[in-house]
């Protein structure tokens, strides 16, 4: 028997976390000796439109993935804005439109065909929750379906139908006890059908910051922010308190920017004097860019998990992030890697003892190092997923594959 890894997108150069964990969960499991292939939809990215395929439908091998690829469904874009833009103002639809929204995201009857005809040669693990490729896709055999829903206080975690997804499938798994504590209360699951299977990070190449600052023609201390630049993530707040910083102190301290974003917030960024836009960067200099950074700033209010905070203190560099984001700020306060802010004056006070305390700032990244060995590698999450099938009635023998490395 297989386990599936199910994701809506999915490639070697998406830096979105859903996507790069989805990688990290089948890996992990398939080093711990378990066949597994990543199910994933024809799209490119969250950027690309939603219902235009962007590779072709089969299978393809990335790095050390088996990936099933199929072809999108048309959507009602129009429609899904309605919907969106109710929800954004009235915080509620009824039923029947929640089902709609998640019908007019990401889906592909192909994939879900797949699914029903090959039921019972599969284990189905979902990520994340909010497409429609879990929600469609985890009902078809939600005995055989877990999901890990990677959830955010946000307007759609308080769908009726998600709480009756989470009720029906086999289980739950969830990246930080922040998230089981907030989901389980929410959509009232029990306990004993969740576990917080947690995530794992590794850094496998050198970092090389000098290389990098050289390449790049950066002389001045920096930040740095990686991932989407978004509305969703905080950005446009970050990009304010970062601008308000520097005009009060006149330094030379620069905010460099790693990723794709919306068009209106990459022009904000690119006319910050302070501010540098680099696009994306492949692996090694992504982690060259961190590790020569003075901290590593993660502003998002809804995450999970937050990969790259886990990178981040795998470079040994601290992090900043928002002290309304009960699972960043949790993870800051467990592993003291980390400062938080709330608002443009505790903002300034953290940014302040980063630029002038570079003992601190080598004390709290090795800190961060420490807290990820213990609690956040991908062999440990692997044992807690599978001892948790073999709880739900998955035996060793029907998912072990005696040929996996």
């Not at 939809?41 to 990335?62: A, L």
């Amino acid at each position: 028997m297989k386990i599936a890894v199910i994701t809506p997108w999915f490639s070697d150069t998406i830096s979105g976390g859903a996507e790069r964990f989805a990688g990290g969960i089948a890996k992990s499991l398939q080093d711990a000796g378990n066949e597994v292939e990543i199910l994933t939809t024809c799209g490119k990215d969250s950027f690309w439109p939603w219902d235009k395929d962007y590779h072709k439908e089969g299978i393809y091998h990335i790095e050390d993935y088996s990936v099933r690829r199929f072809s999108l469904n048309s959507r009602n874009k129009h429609l899904y804005d309605e919907l969106m833009g109710k929800l954004i103002k009235t915080k509620e639809l009824d039923y029947i439109e929640e089902m709609q929204l998640l019908l007019e995201t990401v889906n592909s009857d192909s994939l879900n065909q797949f699914i029903v005809e090959n039921a019972a040669n599969y284990i189905y693990i979902f990520i994340p929750y909010l497409y429609g490729t879990t929600y469609w896709g985890s009902k078809l055999v939600p005995e055989r379906s877990f999901i890990i829903p990677c959830m955010h206080d946000e307007d759609m975690a308080y769908f009726k139908v998600i709480g009756d997804m989470f009720q029906r499938v086999a289980g739950v798994m969830f990246n930080t006890v922040e998230e089981q504590s907030f989901t389980t209360k929410l959509h009232k699951i029990p306990l004993n059908n969740t576990i917080v299977s947690g995530g794992g990070v590794e850094v496998r190449l050198t970092p090389n910051p000098d290389g990098f600052k050289s390449k790049y023609g950066i002389s001045d201390d920096y930040f740095i922010y990686v991932g989407r630049q978004v509305s969703g993530k905080n950005v446009p707040q970050l990009i304010e308190f970062f601008n308000s910083f520097t005009e009060k102190n006149q330094g030379n301290v620069k905010l460099l920017f790693v990723g794709q974003g919306e068009e209106q917030i990459i022009k904000m960024i690119k006319t910050s004097p302070n501010m540098i836009h680099m696009g994306e960067l492949n692996d090694q200099e992504k982690y060259d860019a961190i590790a020569g950074s003075l901290a590593l700033i993660q502003p998002s209010l809804m995450e999970s998990f937050s990969i790259v905070i886990m990178e981040s203190w795998l470079c040994d560099v601290p992090v900043i992030v928002h002290e309304l984001c009960d699972v960043t700020k949790g993870h800051c306060d467990r592993s003291n890697g980390g400062f938080y802010y709330k608002d443009n004056v505790s903002f300034n006070l953290v940014m302040d003892k980063y630029i002038n305390s570079p003992d601190l700032l080598n004390d709290m990244g090795k800190k961060g190092h420490e807290y990820v060995e213990q609690f956040y590698t991908w062999g440990k999450t692997a044992e807690r997923i599978l001892a948790f099938l073999k709880l739900k009635g998955f035996g060793e023998e029907e998912i072990h594959n005696e040929n996996a490395n």
